[in-house]
């Protein structure tokens, strides 16, 4: 697993040097929005989040009434970040949001979850087209009531919690009052699950939780036993850290945890 943050212009002028000592490995980077606007730090955090040797991603947030608006919103996204693709090494994440909704209903469009899911997918197939890899930014409400299936592309969640739930999604946000050096007031906090991303199961599963896989089993999943079970994994410094619980589950589901 891997940490890192997202960033756009709200986050101000960024010490990506003191970012990357801090233990960040990658950002998500806002790019710009709708069908001709570029985010006003995007070119200052991309060169900043490179010259730090971070690993980068882009998000692009959708303001579009159907498909052919999606389309111009790719188009747009393409054309910005088509200088810097050799330093992009993460996805391109659509980003449709509460205030997308809010966009469409003050021109007149009131989106279903039908339309919604054909906008997105129409954005993330045309970025798709121009040879990026692609992921969609959802939180579990999108999920579960505002989107149909999308989970043909990576889901980037946003949940704001202890845990992720039912869902084993390629990243997770799951805090947005981040503190990290180098970045005044609040960031978006993520974590990439790079075991995750081999597989492909990006939406939800039963019984994600650690403790729910070992009941499963019939092994004790008491704390000291969890501990002690870590420690045999070579995690002598066990706390049950969410981080802690996601790497022993990973080794529980490829076979490979030593009990």
């Known amino acids: 697993m891997k940490k890192g943050i997202d960033v756009s212009y709200h986050q101000g002028t960024i010490d990506w040097k003191k970012v990357a000592d801090s233990g960040i490995e990658f950002v998500m980077i806002r790019a710009g929005y709708g069908k001709n606007t570029v985010d006003k730090k995007f070119l200052e955090n991309i060169a900043g ?17 159907n498909e052919d608006d999606a389309i111009k919103n790719a188009d747009f996204c393409a054309k910005t970040i088509e200088p810097y693709k050799d330093i992009i090494k993460m996805k391109i994440a659509a980003d449709w949001e509460y205030d997308s909704d809010n966009y469409s209903i003050k021109n007149g469009i009131r989106q279903t979850t039908e339309s919604r899911t054909r906008i997105v997918r129409a954005f993330l197939e045309r970025l798709k087209s121009k040879g990026y890899e692609v992921c969609n930014y959802a939180n579990p409400d999108y999920l579960k009531g505002k989107f149909e299936d999308l989970s043909e592309y990576p889901l980037w969640l946003a949940k704001y919690s202890v845990s992720m739930g039912d869902y084993q999604p390629w990243m997770w946000q799951h805090s947005s009052e981040g503190k990290v050096p180098g970045i005044k007031g609040n960031v978006d906090l993520n ?11 990006y939406y939800p599963i039963p019984s994600f939780t650690l403790i729910d896989h070992l009941n499963k ?7 000291q036993s969890r501990k002690r079970i870590a420690k045999n994994n070579g995690m002598p410094s066990y706390s049950g850290k969410m981080e802690e619980n996601l790497k022993l589950l990973n080794l529980l589901i490829d076979g490979k945890l030593v009990r």
């Open 191 to 201: 974590i990439l699950l790079e075991e995750t991303a081999k597989k492909n199961e």
């Open 217 to 223: 089993i019939g092994v004790d999943s008491s704390y």
């Open 49 to 65: 989040a490179h010259d730090a040797g971070l690993d980068i991603g882009i998000y692009w947030f959708i303001y579009a009434i």
